[in-house]
Nanobody, 113 residues
Framework: VQLQASGGGLVQAGGSLRLSCAAYGSIRANRNTIAWYRQAPGKQREAVAQIDSRGTITYVDSVKGRFSISRDDATNTVFLQMNSLKPEDTAVYYC???????WGQGTLVTVSS
């Protein structure tokens, strides 16, 4: 296992969750682009946020101002802080090192209205 995602759960609209993506083995989070993706039922997978080795961060427009991606080099972990959650954020969230082709297992986020 190179990437392990955790932190999903059930939350009411307006609530918050923090997802964690722990990198193992040959993957150093601060030397790779690490991205969070999500896939909602019946929809295509979309990139939500990413942080590259220089710390450059990008977000999909729908989460700007609500989600925040960060990296802890000491623990080799990338976080996705999700605030002001909406029902449309419900999805399975995956972390990945897309350039390296590594994907973690998904963690389910369910936002109730």
């Amino acid at each position: 296992v190179q990437l392990q995602a955790s932190g999903g759960g059930l939350v009411q609209a307006g609530g918050s969750l923090r997802l964690s993506c722990a990198a193992y083995g040959s993957i150093r989070a601060n030397r790779n682009t690490i991205a969070w993706y999500r896939q909602a039922p019946g929809k295509q997978r979309e990139a939500v946020a990413q942080i590259d080795s220089r710390g450059t961060i990008t977000y999909v427009d729908s989460v700007k101002g609500r989600f925040s991606i960060s990296r802890d080099d000491a623990t080799n972990t990338v976080f996705l802080q999700m605030n002001s959650l909406k029902p449309e954020d419900t999805a399975v969230y995956y972390c990945a090192a897309p350039v390296r082709g590594y994907w973690g297992q998904g963690t389910l986020v369910t936002v109730s209205s």
